[in-house]
């Protein structure tokens, strides 16, 4: 894929370069050379939003009465493409990137007067309550039960790897308001409280020693139907819409070819490059340029209106997988250099680095000091937000009338 750009996108490249030379701190830059996960943790994520809400640039895809940008799709992808050069951390989607579309594009005037400036300011943070035990990439058969009230319903249930749940202080939430009919009726979108008596957080600890993600139990807990988006017994259709933006409103692309060039400095730095390894790199770029070229389509849709639609199952499935394959990469690459999770020996909890002084200026989540702990993360990418089994299945029925 070769782009050009005119006089004034290359501007605008280069203002976003200055910007980042000047406000994106080393701190913030080593921060997220070490990430293990998609998410950065609540400090991190709110400093560097901080500094973009200041520039205006923290939720450019938003339509700009709310604070979003009036961009090109050239624009917005100079941005990406800048941001993961200059190796920035991501901010927490749950907000931005997921609630705030669910209300722009459902909630009421009065909800999205009053959440979407907290969000931006980071005053509400945000946690997705989707997942229980026995209902995850078969959503619609959730059980949290939403009993009417009056003027509230009366949620009782629980969730279940709701990531952040331990640092929010919102969550965006489905519930169960009728279980006589279809499972995907039924089924209403609602703002919870993280701080409302009865709600409980119980950790998860992953297998790279992280704690990211949470088990959640609602006894009795008082919601109030002004805090419904959308209508009650509807919420399905909100769920979708979020969903969309989930699944594909991520760009994998610019992240991904930079961590390829990260692993091919690491190659060479250890002097381990090879003509397989170089061939595994190589098809590994083709296979990323080709998935930003996707996403860039996508960015034109939006920018038109539309939603990622299907693409979104598409970006995710190809984007989550080739994470994985380059993590898997990294780890016979690292080899020796590195052993397996030890936590208790690092201020990050990755893994300990034996002998490697040649990995000073690797960078990327494929550096030495975080190549097992981002393995061993990354396996979940093809399970959240839906599995990537299930996003086939929405393919091959809708795309291909399977």
């Not at 006089?7 to 200055?18: G, I, T, W, Y």
């Not at 594909?248 to 003509?275: C, F, K, N, V």
């Not at 996508?298 to 190809?318: D, H, Q």
Request: charged content about 20%.
């Amino acid at each position: 894929m070769q782009l050009t750009f005119s006089r004034e996108e290359e501007a605008f490249r280069q203002e976003v370069r200055d910007f980042l030379s000047d406000k994106l701190t080393p701190e913030l830059r080593r921060y997220a050379s070490r990430m293990t996960s998609v998410y950065a943790d609540k400090e991190t994520a709110l400093a560097w939003q901080a500094i973009l809400v200041e520039q205006g640039w923290a939720a450019p895809s938003w339509p700009v009465e709310y604070g979003g940008c009036d961009w090109s799709v050239a624009q917005h992808y100079i941005f990406d493409i800048e941001m993961a050069r200059a190796g920035a951390p991501p901010l927490s989607p749950m907000g931005i990137g997921m609630c705030g579309p669910a209300l722009i594009g459902h909630g009421s005037k009065e909800q999205k007067d009053y959440y979407l400036p907290r969000i931006l300011s980071g005053e509400d943070f945000w946690c997705q309550g989707y997942s229980e035990p026995h209902a995850g990439s078969d959503l619609a058969a959730l059980t949290m039960s939403a009993e009417d009230d009056g003027d509230a319903f009366i949620c009782s249930g629980s969730k279940i790897w709701t990531t952040h749940a331990h640092e929010a202080n919102m969550m965006f939430c489905l519930v169960r308001t009728d279980a006589t009919g279809k499972p995907q009726t039924g089924i209403t979108f609602v703002l919870i409280d993280m701080k409302a008596p009865g709600v409980t957080v119980d950790p998860i600890i992953m297998l790279s020693g992280e704690h990211i993600q949470n088990a959640v139990f609602f006894d009795n807990v008082r919601v109030p139907k002004a805090n419904v988006v959308g209508e009650i017994n509807k919420g399905w259709t909100v769920a979708k819409y979020l969903l969309e933006f989930e699944r594909g409103g991520s760009s994998y692309g610019p992240r991904l070819l930079q961590r390829i060039a990260g692993l091919r400095r690491a190659a060479y730095a250890l002097d381990r490059m090879t003509p397989d390894l170089d061939a595994h790199l190589t098809q590994a770029e083709i296979d990323a340029s080709t998935l930003e070229a996707a996403e860039l389509m996508m960015m034109a849709e939006l920018a038109g209106g539309g939603t990622p639609g299907l693409k979104a199952s598409m970006m995710k499935v190809r984007g989550t997988e080739l994470s994985q394959r380059l993590t898997e990469i990294g780890l016979d690459l690292a080899g020796i250099h590195t052993q397996p999770f030890q936590p208790e020996h690092t201020e990050t909890g990755g893994p300990v680095v034996t002998h490697a002084p040649s990995n000073q200026g690797l960078v990327g989540p494929e550096s030495l000091v975080t190549v097992s702990a981002k393995y061993l993360n990354d396996r979940a990418g093809s399970i959240y937000a839906g599995s990537n089994e299930i996003q086939r299945n929405i393919l091959s029925k809708a795309q291909l009338g399977l």
